[in-house]
């Protein structure tokens, strides 16, 4: 994992292209797009649980929908009201 | 996304409910298995809507029962359900491919053709000429070289300047530009003879060079010789020279016509009658074949060709005959209308033989003679036209 973060430093690739950290695009307050996922811990209308390699991603809101879901990437939209992490140990 | 949309209905997709307490599970089953969801939400807390592709399907199902969930197609899209769904009507799919098929080949051809430009010559002359070299209403668009039919009828007529043949669609246009007669000249030093080239009566011979063979008051035919490029002098003897005279010749023509005062007058009644017939090429199909019903009566053809777009011809045609009924009403005329009358009637014939354009408007004498005898006018005008009538004749 390291060596892959060296490499990817010294040859100034971004990092989540050559390991499986996810990475978290946010388009304003109803649209999240999280690369690099592993998969869907739960999932309710209010509320979606989304387990990555490092962690958890919690995110609370209404009418929360997964609207593109591939093998690696998940795009969660409807009204967002917070994100929280929750880092592995 | 638009692109992915597209994609999505050409395969085919269906849009799923899936019901049951461990949906996360289901989720992630599928994402396991490279399942691609799209468009997921949930209706109630048990309740999940998807859309998935046909292909997709049979491991949801697999998957649905692993974590049983029970499974809802909701609807089916797309082209693989749609042409499921017609399968059975085979007539109907063979139908349309004979039509595209039709079409295909039927553009192939060339079904029209347009002559424009032409002003003396006769479009069933350019059509034939067309014909001779290969253009034919049916002939094959690929086998035509437009560029060297062209060259050959430029070298083969005289009277066409310039010809050009633009293939659009299954029309073919020929455009034509005529070109004019130039009058022979000859050359000051040649020595020529001046002949008349019309018949007429000599008015007046202004001779600059050459001998006068006629006298004022002649009557001369054409290809009469009027000035003979000959000089007779007492010390130089006989020599050959360039003939140059001005020659003038009347022509005497007499227009006569005799009309009653009371005539038979035609007037459209209003009523028409419609017949259709179809023509394939030369095939031809009444839709109607009984006699027009009006005793008197004018006919107008139209014909339609069937044509796609604005140049693709068919070789169907549509022909719409018109007859309208005409009454025959007696009209009694004045004196003095039928005298117009009929001086316009002659005048318009006149006009039509002797091309009046090319002869100055003072060179034309005019007399009008009428007598009326009771129930009928006779009108008789003279018409005296005084033009030059030589024209140079090489000697050889």
């Known amino acids: 994992m390291r060596d892959y973060i060296k490499v990817s430093k010294f040859l100034e690739i971004p ?12 388009t304003g307050f109803d649209e999240i797009l999280i690369e690099n996922f592993k998969g869907i811990l739960e999932y309710e209308d209010f509320f979606v649980r989304i387990s990555t ?16 879901m591939t093998d690696d990437d998940i795009l969660v939209s409807g009204k967002i009201e917070n994100i929280d992490f929750e880092k592995r140990r | 996304m638009l692109f992915q949309k597209i994609i999505m209905f050409i395969l085919g997709y269906v849009n799923i409910s899936v019901e ?16 691609v969801l799209q468009n997921l939400h949930l209706e109630n807390d048990s309740l999940l809507k998807a859309k998935v592709l046909k292909s997709d399907f049979k491991d949801i199902v697999h998957i649905s029962k692993k974590t049983k969930c029970k499974i809802k197609i909701e609807r089916k899209n797309g082209i693989p359900f749609f042409v499921n769904k017609y399968r059975r009507r085979k007539i109907f799919a063979i139908a349309i491919c004979v039509i595209a098929i039709l079409i295909f080949v039927l553009t192939r051809f060339i079904w029209n053709i347009d002559i424009e430009g032409n002003e003396n010559i006769e479009e069933a002359e350019i059509i034939d000429m067309i014909n001779k070299y290969g ?14 039919v062209c060259n050959l009828i430029m070298i083969e007529r005289e009277d066409i300047a310039w010809i050009g043949i633009n293939i659009k669609g299954t029309n073919a246009i020929v455009s034509i530009k005529e070109s004019k007669r130039i009058p022979e000249i000859i050359d ?6 001046i002949v008349a080239n019309k018949s007429a009566q000599i008015d007046k011979i202004i001779v600059r060079n050459g001998t ?9 035919n054409q290809g009469d010789l009027l000035v003979e490029g000959m000089m007779e002098g007492t010390y130089t003897g006989t020599r050959s020279v360039h003939a140059d005279a001005d020659v003038y010749g009347e022509n005497t023509i007499i227009k006569e016509k005799k009309e009653s005062f009371v005539q038979n007058e035609t007037i459209f009644s209003g009523k028409k009658e419609k017949i259709y017939e179809m023509c394939i090429n030369n095939f031809k199909i009444n839709f109607n074949k009984r006699v027009s019903k009006f005793k008197n009566y004018d006919t107008i053809n139209k014909n339609m060709k069937l044509r796609f777009f604005s140049n693709y011809y068919f070789p169907i045609e549509m022909k719409i005959i018109t007859n309208e009924e005409i009454e ?11 005298k117009t009358k009929i001086v316009k009637e002659i005048e318009d014939e006149f006009e039509k033989e002797y091309s009046i354009s090319e002869i100055e408007e003072e060179n034309i004498n005019r007399n009008e003679e009428i007598t009326n005898s009771g129930d009928e006018l006779n009108v008789k005008i003279t018409y005296i036209i005084r033009e030059q009538i030589g024209t140079k004749v090489n000697v050889n």
């Open chain 1, 15 to 26: 990092r989540e292209v050559l390991s499986n950290i996810p990475k978290i695009t946010v």
């Open chain 2, 20 to 35: 049951g307490f461990f949906i996360e599970k289901f989720i992630n089953a599928c994402k396991s298995k490279d399942i």
């Open chain 1, 53 to 68: 390699t490092i962690g958890n991603i919690n995110i609370n809101g209404f009418n929360l929908k997964l609207n593109q």
């Open chain 2, 135 to 148: 253009i034919n209403i049916g002939t094959r668009k690929n086998s035509i070289n437009t560029q060297k």
């Open chain 2, 328 to 338: 025959m009403l007696e009209k009694k005329y004045s004196e003095e209308e039928l």
């Open chain 2, 188 to 193: 000051r030093n040649e020595i020529c003879n």
């Open chain 2, 212 to 220: 006068a063979k006629v006298n004022v008051g002649d009557y001369v």
